[in-house]
């Protein structure tokens, strides 16, 4: 195995928002940042969401001009398909070890041209669609990924040799090994970002089994303009829905499911989603089954209000269970808080789980970074240091801390930099003053 | 069109690219796009018309690029979002094959037309195609531009001397570039300090902002001044002049017997600190232990009765002196927090009965009440608490009274929930048998740890009881006879919306947050709160942190209500900004300023008699052909390119840059043209 070395001050994990985010800041700054990122483009969650709330931007408007920057950034090493394997303590530093997986494509000659996409015999479910749609084996993700350039997903290749046929410059590879790379650093920031509650997570809700029963980010696809269908179709029949359905909190507040704590976000993109439906579906009825809503943010209340306005109903019940009818339409057994804890079924054509936000990298078996009990990485200085780990030189920002939605994500991306800058500084400058004050903080709140 | 052959003409070797973004539907759902394409490729000058599903993408932008790399593409139309979203992105673009970045220009078709002509794709189509014309009419006449390159100054001004003006401070001091801090008040730490234990850490709020507040002192590049406010300011980002007015504090640091001092004083005024709860003397401090330690006069309150100079005639100087400072700063950070909501005479019992305080003042009780004794409050014994939710908050039009200026409070304050719950699970920790009735619509324990409060709050027994907006809970004077003075009446909807009646001692509202009043310092620096009064940042996600002033950067409770932790990652976050901006030393202002033609001018001088800006536009001797005569010269850093010399110039011998007459002109032409075909057409 060939092995790289690259030399730099910050290295982030993870190329979603948080990540882009705080290695522009770094990079702006003059600093030289290695991004990390285990897909094949960066993006992160972001980029596959339709409009966000409260603005409803187009969310490609506002993802894929910092993805660009990422990528036009000279500061900037963008090393995508890889995956961080050890992290060793280097005096006040680390050396990490990582491996870039082979796409069995050489980046340098691939033009993103996707002549070989579009020979490859073998469709697969498009995981950038929540497997909603369909996509070739040998692919560029989707179509604004940084960088432009094809994958190969090996597993599901039969190695019929189209695409090296198909390509022009020659740049498909069956025989690539995964290259490994040396990375010295002052400092590392994780931006790992979350995964959401898979969709068979609750036995009451159909087990994952029922057709008709989707997640908020199939409805974010279902909704995008870039997404499979284009048009909101559900899954056993490809009817447009009559009476969509949501159910909050499926997944979040769940002692059951050892998930205590509240995710944030959904609440939000539930009332965003069912704007977006009204528009998409003018006739549908739009019901939300909540517990609580968690309007919380700048301009977030008078979101749901409007929501509220254009006819959206909001119904205090907690839906104990999803089973189906013969037509395959969705029934809830809904307990009406409202009205006093009454039960009722409602039969709707659609149901959306409301999913909630979970860990997605679990650092502990490459270096001892811990966790706290809600298994997002531990920042012990909550009030003063939010994005300190509990490891000097390493920091911590968005949803890897713990749900938050996009600008929050984007605030703690600002602070994790302004943190990591100020700890470089104080390396680079030998001046200990500033880094013992951070290091006080962080062997403060240990104690604490 | 000869006119338009003409041109061609005259201008054989411009070559320009017209591109025209879907923008993931928000054009492309009511514009037709490809016609807009089709139409602007047949125009004079158009080597390629292009469209993408997002030009502001990776792979859009590359398309731009390879066209003016490969077709020599030396102009470049973008019809698209609004400029202020992505001009500087495909700025780059341009820049980055090689063109000058002023050899391309914007046209918004998203927020001047498909966001607005909803119902009507034809029209929108066709005012797209008049706007992408006129786009093209000045581009054939864009003249290259060079960014004016200036030094930036590495100091930084904050302003506000909250925990989030604290932080910011310190986090910049922190990447080289000095500090200096105004704070309005004789004392810092803002509202953190008047709280006792805070969620979600639990700890003593004062303690972990003393040892900000010590660290800020300490910084050597910091410099603090307290009881100052800003009263000017002038110039531009990496070099405004601000001054700032300083008052005198009164008292000096060396004065010994604080407390003789403090009893000799015979005003008694409201203790801001304590929220009224208590009074204090006009010569003061904030709390025990507050930040500087020296004691303050009150020159709002202070009748010069001298009898504190009595007590101690050295350390006192009863004469009020203000001192005007300069700074010379490259960044200024808002950082100027919040005030609770104050709610109106009457809203819920306010001020008609005194058993019904705020949630600031509760926190306040519970500390001057100590812990190891019966809670109190006006001589009584405290049994039953009603605590009411988004008071001054979540105010909906129709059903809730709007506030002084006319608008209605309709945002969360994000923090009051948990605050509220963090409080009655205190309150159960040291008053074990009071019983709690917490009155909610919704609880929004949104944050991280911030759930458990909520757990706890219902395994320590507080009775929630939900209301909804149309019929919020009112407040009422006991009947004769009932033992406690008030009662709060509701329905409550987790009982199947049954009217219910609460009997209690005290009521606690949950106040909301409001911006500090802080409209002259906004004018100072010509920047804007949006339609909840917070100061309004430009984008939230694009440029969360910054105005549209460029150089001017926001932090903290001052932008929209916040908790201690994101008023200090939104602090942090500024840092970070202040640091991308002076890091270098270097800033960079757009071009669009005012150029005179030396030919032209006669040195008449309207032009400086019009420009509202201080150095911006000066008569000067120069010399022309070997003859020294005056003639206008502008001062590019100064000018912000307004145009009001334009307009005032007998001679035409003014031009905006990127913006001149002959460009307007072109426009305007193309526009009334495109009207006319369209007419013709009709
Ligand atoms: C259905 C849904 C709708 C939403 N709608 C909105 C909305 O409208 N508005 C809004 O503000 N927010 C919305 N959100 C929230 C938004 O998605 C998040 O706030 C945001 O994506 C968080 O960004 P992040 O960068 O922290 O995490 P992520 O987007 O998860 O990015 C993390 C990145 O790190 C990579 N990574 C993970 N582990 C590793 C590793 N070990 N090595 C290398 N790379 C790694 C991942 O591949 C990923 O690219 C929504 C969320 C959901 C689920
Ligand atoms: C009842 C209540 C309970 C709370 N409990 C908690 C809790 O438990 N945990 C938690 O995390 N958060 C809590 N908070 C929130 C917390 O108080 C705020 O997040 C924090 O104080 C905001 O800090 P700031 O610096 O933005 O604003 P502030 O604290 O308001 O500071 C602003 C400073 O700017 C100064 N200033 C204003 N105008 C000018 C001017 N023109 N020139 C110069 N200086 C100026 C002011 O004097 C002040 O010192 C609570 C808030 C309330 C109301
Ligand atoms: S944001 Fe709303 S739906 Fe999501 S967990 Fe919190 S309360 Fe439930
Ligand atoms: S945080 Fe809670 S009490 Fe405060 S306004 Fe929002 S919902 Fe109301």
Redesign the pocket.
Known sequence: MATNKIKVDALV????????QTALDLADQGYQVAL????AS?????IA?S????TLDC?SCITTPKMSAVAHQENITLLTY???DHIKQNGKGFIVGATNKPRYVDMDLCTGCRQCEYVCPVDLKNPFDNNLGAIRAIRVPFSTAVPQKVVLDIDNCILCGKCQTACAVDAIDFTQQPEEIMIETDSILL??????TPKDAKKEYGNGKLLNVI???D??RLLAPTGPYGHVLRPSDGKEPDSIAYVQCAGSRDETLGVEYCSR??C??AI??AMLLSGALPLADITIYYMDIRAFGKGYEQFYQNAKAMGIQFIKGKVAKIKEDENQNPVFRVEMVDEGGSVVEHTHDLAVLS?G?LP??D?TPIFNVPNDTDGFIMTPDQNFSASLTMIPGIFA????TGP??????IMTAGSAASAASAYIKSQQNGKEESSSKIADLQKESQHA | MPEKKDLQKDNEDIRIGVYTCYCGGNISDIVDCEKVRELTETLPNVVVSRTDMSMCSDAGQAMIEEDIRKHGVNRVVIGACAPSLHEQTFRGAVARAGLNPFLYYHVGIREQDSWVHHGNHEAATEKAIVLMNSGLAKARLLKPLKPIKLTAQKHALVIGGGVAGLRSAWDIANQDIKVTLVEKSPFLGGRMAQLETVFPTNKPARDSLHELIEKVIDHPSITIHTQAEVKSMSGYIGDFNIKIEQISRGVSSELADQEAVIDSCPVEVSDEFNYGLKTRKAIYQAYPGNFPSTLAIDWENCTLCGKCEKVNSSGIDLKKKSEIIDVNVGAVVVATGFKPYEPRQGEYGYGDFKEVITLPQMIRLLALNGKDKALMFKGRTVRNIGLIHCVGSRHVPGIHEPQEDGKVNDYCSRVCCTATLHMTNDIRQHYPDVNMYDVYEDIRTYGRNHEEYYKQASENLVRFVRFQAAEGPQVFASENGNDQPLVIKTKDYLTAGLDIEIPVDLVVLSVGFMPNPIEELTKILKINPGNDRFLQEVHP?LRPVETAVSGIILAGTAQGPMNIQESVTAASAAASKVSVLLGQGQVELEPFVADVDHDKCNGSGECVQVCPYEDAISLEEVTINGKVCKRAVVIPANCVGCGSCVSACPNRAIDIQGWTLGQYESMVDAIAEGMLALEVSA
């Open positions: 994990v993870g190329g979603g928002i948080s990540g882009m990390v990122e285990k897909e960066i993006g992160g969650k972001m969401l409009k966000v709330f409260p969310c890889c995956e961080v931006a790992t970002g979350f995964e959401v997640d908020g980010l409805m974010e976000v959904c939000m993109y965003k989603q999913v936000m997605s990298f650092p920002a968005g949803a890897a938050m939605d996009i600008v929050d994500s | 996600k």
